[in-house]
DNA sequence: TCCAGTTTTCAGTAATTTCTGAAAGTTTGA
DNA sequence: TCAAACTTTCAGAAATTACTGAAAACTGGA
């Protein structure tokens, strides 16, 4: 690896990372690579500056690419392949959670969905089945949260980000007059009667 | 392992999923086992219900203690340790935040101050500190609105969490009638003043 | 102090994951 | 349709991580 040292410590630290993400050390080290290049790269540059092998470097960006965190381009008059990462690092943060949404949570609200569908037998197995729609009942909740902040516009999102600490303040006094915006702070709960 | 189906699709889930949150297999079995059962645990319970070893076990629950997410307590005449997680979803959840906050935020946030602060040479560097810049108040931003909902009551978490996509509705009515709250939706912008 | 019951450590082994080089595949333009 | 330029696949090697059993280290009572 020959690169910048700055520019260096930040790949390395992303191929650390990655571990405790559950992404190999090369992917993490060539999507840190193509967030802070100027300029779209080809799999030869990324070999070059990684240090790993070409095969390595396809495999990485095939995955990459599944998870939607690269783009891939062409220069005009050049039949390689250049990749690089969206600039807007709000839609970046977007795209990993839509992923991670898709891969985790959903398989596990199914399972979910399916273990307490179950008729229990005994005790152990009917406290089981509360807990598991305990949890259950966190993820939708929090999961449906997130996807409405997910889903805002950047400037919406901007002004609720600058809010910062005031969101506990702001929510007091909705509910406190309440009645002003419609009842509609109720919405989501379970019984709309 | 000799558990009832509907335990065993919960603990044979979370084994599997443990190995996309970087945490190993029996480490995530471990701890879905005890965050359904109905008591307590002791280390040999565990055991003959995952059906690992008993090393593997001490040191499994050794990290579930690192990560808060199991309480250690005794029982009367007896003098093996028993394990439970916490009854309260939204304490654990908080717990994961917190640790993995700690753990992986920290050290990106530390690295990123560090790369920012050097002098660039050339405008490689200088785009990417700028991107690493990006990257830090993202991250901050997220972080610090992220520690504010951690650290509500439960009640008003609620509330909040009752609201669903409102949020945002609350938000832009908060706007219009910004001055009412005390101008306080800009506290955390980047001049006071 | 010693002992029985219990937990932890650790060195070696097993399993898994990552990485590589060679070969096969694809695409484009002549 | 061929060849050059480039990308992908894949079987095996290398590296890493997880797991085990045996032994050591605690701990609290007799």
Not at 12 to 38: C, K, P
Not at 120 to 133: K, L
């Amino acid at each position: 690896m020959n690169l910048p040292p700055l520019i260096q410590s930040f790949v390395l630290h992303f191929g650390e990372m990655g571990s405790h993400w559950g992404i190999n050390r090369t992917v993490g080290q060539i999507y840190a690579l193509l967030y802070v290049s100027d300029k779209p790269l080809n799999a030869d540059d990324i070999v070059e500056a990684i240090g790993c092998s070409r095969s390595n470097t396809s495999m990485a960006l095939k995955e990459l690419q599944a998870w939607r965190l690269v783009k891939l381009q062409h220069l005009p008059g050049d039949r390689r392949e250049y990749f690089s990462t969206p600039d807007d690092v709000w839609a970046i943060f977007k795209t990993l959670a839509e992923e991670r949404q898709k891969r985790e949570v959903e398989p596990t609200l199914t399972m979910l969905r399916g273990a307490i569908m179950e008729t229990p037998s005994g005790d152990a197995e009917r406290h089981a089945q509360a807990r598991m729609n305990e949890m259950y009942q966190l993820i939708e909740l929090v999961t449906k949260w997130f996807a409405d902040i997910r889903d805002m516009d950047v400037d919406t999102l901007q002004k609720l980000m600058k809010l910062g600490s005031q969101v506990q303040k702001v929510l007091q006094f909705t509910q406190s007059i309440g009645r002003l915006t419609g009842r509609d702070s109720n919405r989501n709960a379970d019984a709309e009667a």
